[in-house]
Nanobody, 123 residues
């Protein structure tokens, strides 16, 4: 069992930056691939980024490539999402998720989810 708690969301102007954190409970955090997803009002949950259990492999949605960076610190049981050059269309609730095995962009494959953190980008 893994419990995930996101933090770091907030209100930022377009062009600004935020860093989201996702703290995980459990001693087996390093066994899990981690993903970030987001959901805007009236839209389906969409993939943002994912990272392998060791951190060597990452995957990004085209819409965030070059602007967002996913990383993890297994010693701290934490995964991060550094978001730069934010745009109003990045406004959403951001969720982190965990799964055994390889990183994936498919939200249906993730077993554990956090409660989400709101990111609002003003124009």
């Amino acid at each position: 069992q893994v419990q995930l708690v996101e933090s770091g969301g907030g209100l930022v102007q377009a062009g600004g930056s935020l860093r989201l954190s996702c703290a995980a409970s459990g001693r087996t955090f390093s066994s899990y691939a981690m993903g970030w997803f987001r959901q805007a009002p009236g839209k389906e949950r969409g993939f943002v980024a994912a990272i392998s259990w060791g951190g060597a492999s990452t995957l990004y949605a085209d819409s965030v490539k070059g602007r967002f960076t996913v990383s993890r610190d297994n010693a701290k049981n934490t995964v991060y999402l550094q978001m730069n050059s934010l745009k109003p269309e990045d406004t959403a609730v951001y969720y982190c998720a965990a799964k055994i095995g390889t990183r994936s962009s498919d939200y249906a494959l993730y077993d554990y989810w956090g409660q989400g953190t709101q990111v609002t980008v003003s124009s």
